[in-house]
């Protein structure tokens, strides 16, 4: 089959081995689930569940394809970028059938929205500390995301910067 296409003088041959090639290449990639995503999307099957949309089959197949979505990407983790591709990507399925599943954002970026927020209308200067329990104490989520170990990251940072 591979001789046939080679022969052919056309662009498209070509093309079709590339592809081929790629196809070939991708089954070998077994990306890793980091723990962000793979929360994200257990929330988001939590919430999908909870609103009647999605069965416990539907569970494996997030997962599934939030492997494919990887491979495809020439990837090696499953990836926050990957998990939100994959819930925008049901979400849109299941609009067409007038559910809506919205997508879980990423803890990462509430607690960078919610840390800025707290700079922003700080009237003076807040030591490190006095920041993640200001954000803690204003935002669920991050205090989830952060839980109490934010003694051991302010730790970490002052090592870093001595």
């Given at each position: 089959?591979?001789?046939?296409?080679?022969?052919?003088?056309?662009?498209?041959?070509f093309?079709?081995?590339?592809?081929?090639?790629?196809?070939?290449?991708?089954?070998?990639?077994?990306?890793?689930?980091?723990?962000?995503a793979?929360d994200?999307?257990?929330?988001?099957?939590?919430?999908?569940?909870?609103?009647?949309?999605?069965?416990?089959?539907?569970?494996?197949?997030?997962?599934?394809?939030?492997?494919?979505?990887a491979?495809?990407?020439?990837?090696?983790?499953?990836?926050?970028?990957?998990a939100?591709?994959?819930?925008?990507?049901?979400?849109?399925?299941?609009?067409?059938?007038?559910?809506?599943?919205?997508?879980?954002?990423?803890?990462?970026?509430?607690?960078?929205?919610?840390?800025?927020?707290?700079?922003?209308?700080?009237?003076?200067?807040?030591?490190?500390?006095e920041?993640?329990?200001?954000?803690?104490?204003?935002?669920?989520?991050?205090?989830?995301?952060?839980?109490?170990?934010?003694?051991?990251?302010?730790?970490?940072?002052i090592?870093?910067?001595?």
């Open positions: 089959m591979i001789t046939k296409l080679v022969s052919n003088d056309n662009n498209n041959s093309k079709l081995l590339l592809c081929y090639i790629f196809l070939e290449d991708i089954k070998y990639i077994n990306p890793k689930m980091t723990s962000d793979e994200r999307l257990n929330k988001f099957y939590i919430k999908a569940k909870i609103e009647g949309v999605a069965m416990n089959r539907t569970y494996d197949s997030i997962f599934r394809l939030a492997e494919a979505q491979r495809l990407n020439l990837s090696s983790d499953v990836n926050d970028e990957v939100t591709q994959i819930m925008d990507s049901i979400s849109a399925i299941l609009s067409q059938y007038g559910k809506v599943v919205e997508t879980i954002e990423s803890p990462r970026d509430i607690t960078y929205r919610a840390f800025f927020f707290t700079l922003k209308h700080a009237k003076a200067g807040l030591s490190v500390y920041h993640c329990k200001i954000a803690c104490e204003e935002n669920k989520q991050v205090s989830e995301y952060l839980g109490n170990k934010f003694d051991i990251i302010i730790w970490f940072l090592s870093i910067f001595i």
